[in-house]
C-alpha cells in the first residue's frame, strides 16, 4: 500500500471544517465540477460501520462507476473511511482536521491506496482531484471565515 497525503491551512476553526465536512453539500462542492455524486444521501446521524454507496459522474454528465463507502472512525477532528470501486480496489481515506488558532485549522487528506499499475493511475487521480478538492476547500473556508454569520461546530 501507498499513501497520497495533502495538507493546506482553512481560515476556520478545526470542529467547524470537521462538522462541515460531515455534510453532503460539502462532499459535491469540492469535487464539482469535475465529479459529482447525484444519489449521494448521508443520514443525520451517522456511526463508524455505516455504509453507502452511489453513481459518479464526471461533470454532471458522463456516468462512472458506483462508489463504495465505509465509515470507520468519526471523531470531533477526523473522519476515517474505508472506499472502493471500479478500478479503485482500496481508498483508505483519512481526514483530520488540527487546530492552528481557534479560528484556523490545518486540514489534511490522507489516502492510503493499492501498488502496482492500478496504484499509480489512482495515485495520479488522488494529486488531481484533491487539489482541486483543496483549492475549493480554501475557498469556501474563505468566505465563511470572512462572514459576519457566527460559525460553531455542533455540540456534542
Known amino acids: 500500500m501507498s499513501k497520497v497525503t495533502l495538507t493546506t491551512e482553512l481560515p476556520i476553526g478545526a470542529d467547524v471544517a470537521c462538522a462541515l ?28 460501520g455505516v455504509e453507502g454507496s452511489a453513481r459518479l459522474r464526471w461533470f454532471g454528465i458522463i456516468p462512472s462507476w458506483r462508489h463504495h463507502l465505509r465509515l470507520v472512525r468519526l ?17 483508505n481515506h483519512r481526514l483530520t482536521f488540527e487546530p492552528i488558532t481557534e479560528s484556523r485549522c490545518r486540514y ?29 476547500w480554501r475557498q469556501l473556508a474563505t468566505v465563511l471565515g470572512n462572514s459576519a454569520v457566527e460559525l460553531r461546530a455542533p455540540e456534542h
Do not use: C, K, M
Not at 487528506?109 to 483549492?135: C, S
Open 108 to 136: 489534511t487528506d490522507e489516502i492510503e491506496i493499492e501498488n502496482g499499475p492500478r496504484g499509480a493511475a489512482t495515485r495520479i487521480f488522488v494529486h488531481l482531484i484533491f487539489r482541486h478538492r483543496h483549492r475549493r
Open 75 to 91: 471523531d470531533a477532528r477526523e473522519i476515517y473511511t474505508n472506499e472502493w470501486g471500479g478500478p479503485v480496489r482500496t481508498w
Open 21 to 48: 465536512a460531515r455534510t453532503p453539500e460539502l462532499v459535491a462542492y469540492v469535487v464539482a465540477p469535475i465529479l459529482s455524486v447525484p444519489q449521494l444521501r448521508i443520514p443525520d446521524h451517522i456511526d463508524p
